[in-house]
Protein backbone atom coordinates (compact mmCIF):
# COMPACT_ATOMS: atom_id res chain seq x y z
CA UNK A 1 0.00 0.00 0.00
CA UNK A 2 1.20 3.32 -0.98
CA UNK A 3 1.52 6.41 0.97
CA UNK A 4 -1.52 8.30 -0.47
CA UNK A 5 -3.86 4.91 -0.29
CA UNK A 6 -3.16 5.02 3.36
CA UNK A 7 -3.80 8.61 4.05
CA UNK A 8 -6.80 8.59 1.86
CA UNK A 9 -7.98 5.87 4.71
CA UNK A 10 -7.02 8.30 7.24
CA UNK A 11 -8.86 11.21 5.71
CA UNK A 12 -12.20 8.71 5.85
CA UNK A 13 -11.60 8.11 9.34
CA UNK A 14 -11.87 11.95 10.20
CA UNK A 15 -15.83 11.39 9.70
CA UNK A 16 -15.37 9.09 12.67
CA UNK A 17 -14.02 11.64 14.94
CA UNK A 18 -15.72 12.11 17.90
CA UNK A 19 -14.53 15.62 18.81
CA UNK A 20 -17.59 18.22 19.93
CA UNK A 21 -15.23 20.20 22.04
CA UNK A 22 -12.10 21.54 19.74
CA UNK A 23 -13.95 20.92 16.54
CA UNK A 24 -10.35 19.45 15.37
CA UNK A 25 -10.86 16.24 13.45
CA UNK A 26 -8.34 13.39 13.18
CA UNK A 27 -8.26 10.24 11.03
CA UNK A 28 -5.24 7.97 11.74
CA UNK A 29 -4.09 4.54 9.34
CA UNK A 30 -1.69 2.35 10.41
CA UNK A 31 -0.19 -0.12 8.47
CA UNK A 32 0.43 -3.21 10.41
CA UNK A 33 3.68 -5.54 9.05
CA UNK A 34 0.91 -8.49 8.06
CA UNK A 35 -0.44 -5.94 5.66
CA UNK A 36 -3.52 -5.39 7.45
CA UNK A 37 -4.31 -1.59 8.00
CA UNK A 38 -5.95 -0.47 11.79
CA UNK A 39 -7.71 2.75 11.86
CA UNK A 40 -8.61 5.45 14.37
CA UNK A 41 -10.12 8.67 15.82
CA UNK A 42 -9.49 10.71 18.35
CA UNK A 43 -12.17 10.70 20.62
CA UNK A 44 -12.66 13.66 22.69
CA UNK A 45 -14.24 13.40 26.58
CA UNK A 46 -15.59 16.72 28.61
CA UNK A 47 -12.62 16.04 30.65
CA UNK A 48 -10.57 17.25 28.15
CA UNK A 49 -7.85 15.22 30.19
CA UNK A 50 -9.76 11.92 29.60
CA UNK A 51 -9.36 12.66 25.16
CA UNK A 52 -7.81 9.95 23.27
CA UNK A 53 -5.75 11.01 20.03
CA UNK A 54 -6.40 9.18 16.55
CA UNK A 55 -2.75 7.42 16.41
CA UNK A 56 -3.38 6.19 20.24
CA UNK A 57 -6.99 4.91 19.23
CA UNK A 58 -5.25 3.28 16.05
CA UNK A 59 -2.59 1.75 17.81
CA UNK A 60 -4.53 0.72 21.13
CA UNK A 61 -7.11 -1.25 18.67
CA UNK A 62 -3.84 -3.03 16.95
CA UNK A 63 -1.91 -4.05 19.58
CA UNK A 64 -5.19 -5.06 21.62
CA UNK A 65 -6.05 -7.34 18.70
CA UNK A 66 -2.46 -8.84 19.27
CA UNK A 67 -0.75 -7.42 16.49
CA UNK A 68 2.89 -5.94 17.36
CA UNK A 69 4.87 -4.94 14.15
CA UNK A 70 4.32 -1.96 11.91
CA UNK A 71 5.30 -0.59 8.86
CA UNK A 72 3.86 3.22 8.74
CA UNK A 73 1.21 5.13 9.87
CA UNK A 74 -0.62 7.97 7.78
CA UNK A 75 -2.90 11.20 9.77
CA UNK A 76 -5.30 13.41 8.34
CA UNK A 77 -6.40 16.76 10.23
CA UNK A 78 -9.36 18.85 8.99
CA UNK A 79 -7.06 22.07 9.46
CA UNK A 80 -4.94 23.66 7.04
CA UNK A 81 -1.62 23.07 8.92
CA UNK A 82 -0.19 19.36 8.47
CA UNK A 83 -1.07 17.28 11.46
CA UNK A 84 1.32 16.06 13.56
CA UNK A 85 1.52 13.82 16.35
CA UNK A 86 1.46 15.02 19.73
CA UNK A 87 4.34 14.63 22.31
CA UNK A 88 2.28 12.07 24.35
CA UNK A 89 1.13 9.84 20.78
CA UNK A 90 5.06 10.34 19.76
CA UNK A 91 5.90 8.75 23.43
CA UNK A 92 3.31 6.20 23.13
CA UNK A 93 4.59 4.89 19.88
CA UNK A 94 8.15 5.09 20.50
CA UNK A 95 6.98 1.89 22.32
CA UNK A 96 6.19 0.16 19.75
CA UNK A 97 8.14 1.81 16.45
CA UNK A 98 11.50 2.27 15.44
CA UNK A 99 13.70 4.57 13.93
CA UNK A 100 12.66 3.96 10.53
CA UNK A 101 8.58 4.27 10.92
CA UNK A 102 7.51 5.65 8.36
CA UNK A 103 4.61 8.42 9.56
CA UNK A 104 2.84 10.55 6.91
CA UNK A 105 0.87 14.01 8.40
CA UNK A 106 -2.04 15.47 6.20
CA UNK A 107 -4.01 18.41 6.11
CA UNK A 108 -7.36 18.76 5.01
CA UNK A 109 -6.55 19.94 1.40
CA UNK A 110 -4.88 16.47 1.15
CA UNK A 111 -1.50 17.47 0.81
CA UNK A 112 0.99 15.85 3.17
CA UNK A 113 4.72 14.68 3.99
CA UNK A 114 6.66 11.53 5.00
CA UNK A 115 8.74 11.53 7.84
CA UNK A 116 10.72 8.72 9.49
CA UNK A 117 9.88 8.10 13.48
CA UNK A 118 13.48 9.25 14.58
CA UNK A 119 12.66 12.77 12.93
CA UNK A 120 9.72 13.47 14.90
CA UNK A 121 11.73 12.23 18.08
CA UNK A 122 15.05 12.23 17.74
CA UNK A 123 15.60 11.45 21.43
CA UNK A 124 13.62 9.05 22.80
CA UNK A 125 13.08 8.59 26.08
CA UNK A 126 13.07 4.31 26.02
CA UNK A 127 13.69 1.15 28.16
CA UNK A 128 17.54 1.36 27.42
CA UNK A 129 17.96 4.73 29.34
CA UNK A 130 16.03 3.07 32.34
CA UNK A 131 17.86 -0.04 32.32
CA UNK A 132 21.35 1.96 32.77
CA UNK A 133 20.39 3.25 36.21
CA UNK A 134 22.19 1.93 38.79
CA UNK A 135 20.48 -0.88 41.37
N1 LIG B 1 -5.30 15.18 18.45
C1 LIG B 1 -5.06 13.99 17.81
O1 LIG B 1 -6.00 13.22 17.55
N2 LIG B 1 -3.79 13.68 17.51
C2 LIG B 1 -2.71 14.46 17.80
O2 LIG B 1 -1.59 14.04 17.65
C3 LIG B 1 -2.93 15.83 18.24
C4 LIG B 1 -4.27 16.10 18.83
C5 LIG B 1 -6.68 15.53 18.80
C6 LIG B 1 -6.95 15.56 20.28
C7 LIG B 1 -8.13 16.50 20.35
O3 LIG B 1 -9.31 15.75 20.15
C8 LIG B 1 -7.94 17.44 19.18
O4 LIG B 1 -6.98 16.83 18.34
C9 LIG B 1 -7.48 18.83 19.56
O5 LIG B 1 -6.36 18.79 20.34
Known amino acids: MDNKQLLNIAEGMREKSYSPYSGYRVGAALLCADDSVVTGCNVEN ?34 EE ?30 YKSYLFSELLPFAFSSKSVNRVEK
Open 46 to 79: ISYGGTICAERTAFVKAISEGKRHFSKLAISVSG
Open 82 to 111: LGYPCGICLQFLSEFVGAEFEVICGNNKGE
